[in-house]
Structure formats: C-alpha cells, structure tokens
C-alpha cells in the first residue's frame, strides 16, 4: 500500500518501505522502477516458496492468491489513472461549453425577467453560471487524483489505516498513529 501511493504520488518517500523489508530487500527494491510490482512479485514468489518449504499449508495458496492478484488489479487501475491523460477536448469543449452558457445565460434570462427588474438577471445569471463553473473546475480536480494535493485521495491515511490493521491482526502492540488531520485535510 505504501509502496503504491508513494509512486503515484512521485513523493520519494521509500524509507517508509524499510521496517518491512530485509536491508537486501530493500536494496534490490530501490533498483527496480515499478517498487509496487516488484513487491507483489516477491510477495508471489514467497507464498510459493513457503509451501514448497511447509512453512505454509498446500491448500493456503487457494486463500492467498486471489488476494495477491487483487492488489495487482487495483495497483494496475490506479496506475492507469495517474498515467492516462485525459484527452485535450474533453477539457477546452467542457470549458468551452460553461463559458458560452455562462455568455448566453443572461440573454435567456432577460426574456423571462419583468421589465425594469434588470437586477434580477445579474443575480440569477452569476448564480447559475457560478454553478456550472464549479462544476467544471471539480471535473478537473477529480480527473488528477494522485498528485499530492488537498483534493486528492487521502492515500497516506488508507495505507496507514490499512498497515495498522494487519498489525493487529498479526497481535502487535505497537500500531502506528493514524495519520492526523493537517489543516483540516486528511493526507
């Protein structure tokens, strides 16, 4: 999970990989260009290695697998997100769209205003124009989830959130802190 979001979101951070992983580990780790791959990998690679060596049971594979492929799946999309641009109209036909809407509003309203309450057309033509320009700037936000801004997905608190639980479910004592409220954004 760590070694995901740090990728999409090019923060640099591996040393948070460190206490996981072997010093070789995570040496060869740091040569590797997709970390969150090559992590799935070793992780496949130990699952059958485990059986082979008795450490895990002939059957448990069956349980582990479909979840190791899961995580490849979700890493997959996530990465297809971040890495897939979204085509150029789709951007300037949208605003283009929004700014001759917000330019004609005010001629349409016009013909449904009383004569000489003018005033009314301002306050409706803003207001509804201010709508659409809103919504359009949240469709630009939306379209870049993983860049390590306030509107983005709080990756950092989801790996945290996730990390202590499989702590607890391994009966550790120390958990990590979840991750605080920054500003009042959640990271």
């Known amino acids: 999970g760590h070694a995901l979001r740090i990728q999409l979101r090019g923060t640099e ?54 979840n190791v492929v899961a ?28 700014v001759l809407f917000a330019t004609l509003l005010p001629f349409g309203l016009e013909s449904v205003v009383l004569p000489g309450q003018w005033w009314w057309v301002v306050i409706l033509s803003v207001a509804i124009s201010g709508v659409f320009i809103v919504l359009e700037r949240v469709g630009a936000v939306i379209d870049t989830p993983f860049e390590n801004q306030t509107t983005d997905v709080a990756l950092t608190s989801i790996t945290t959130d996730i990390e202590r639980d499989l702590l607890e479910q391994l009966n550790e004592a120390e958990l990590p802190d979840p991750e605080p409220v920054v500003n009042g954004y959640l990271w």
């Not at 791959?37 to 059958?48: D, E």
């Not at 979700?74 to 605003?95: G, L, M, V, W």
């Open 13 to 66: 951070d591996w040393e948070r990989l460190r206490p996981f992983l072997a010093v070789p580990e995570y040496r060869q780790l740091m040569l590797r260009s997709n970390r969150p791959n090559a992590i799935l990998q070793a992780l496949s690679i130990r699952v059958k290695d485990g059986v082979r060596t008795g450490i895990v049971g002939q059957f448990d594979p069956i349980t582990l697998e479909p």
């Open 71 to 98: 995580l490849n799946t979700a890493a997959t999309a996530c990465e297809r997100i971040k890495s897939t641009p979204t085509p150029r109209q789709y951007d300037y036909f949208t605003r283009l769209a929004v």
